[in-house]
Every structure is written in C-alpha cells, then in structure tokens.
C-alpha cells in the first residue's frame, strides 16, 4: 500500500532536508549584566531571570562576601 515504486535519489533526498540545516541560537543582553543570554532562560553569567536571582551560580561576584 504505502510503499514507494522507485528509490529516492541523493539530489531529491538533499531537496526535501534543505531547511533543517541548524542555526546558531538567538542571544540577547541581559538586564543585570548585560552579558548575552537565551531568551527566556536564567542568565548563565549572573543567574538573574525576570530582576530577580533565579539560580545560585558559582563565583557569583554580586552576592558574594568575600
């Protein structure tokens, strides 16, 4: 029933994945640091989401005493 007649060629295969070639991510500035960051995730460098600290990171400079 659902069987294909002939192979599928190199060419045509490559046609049909032409658009699922990856991108690099989309990055924009954090609020607090201002380092690049993904959208709507916690900030690796500082760990503020939102204004507000979200995750503990380690060697944190802004909460840190010493």
């Given at each position: 029933?659902?069987?294909?007649?002939?192979?599928?060629?190199?060419?045509?295969?490559?046609?049909?994945?032409?658009?699922?070639?990856?991108?690099a991510?989309?990055?924009?500035?954090?609020?607090?640091?201002?380092?690049p960051?993904?959208?709507?995730?916690?900030?690796?460098?500082?760990?503020?989401?939102?204004?507000?600290?979200?995750?503990?990171?380690?060697?944190?400079?802004?909460?840190?005493?010493?």
């Open positions: 029933m659902g069987v294909p007649k002939r192979r599928v060629s190199h060419a045509r295969q490559g046609e049909r994945r032409a658009h699922l070639a990856i991108s991510p989309h990055l924009e500035a954090c609020s607090h640091c201002h380092q960051k993904r959208p709507h995730h916690a900030c690796p460098n500082c760990g503020y989401y939102n204004g507000r600290p979200a995750i503990d990171v380690k060697g944190n400079k802004d909460e840190s005493g010493s």
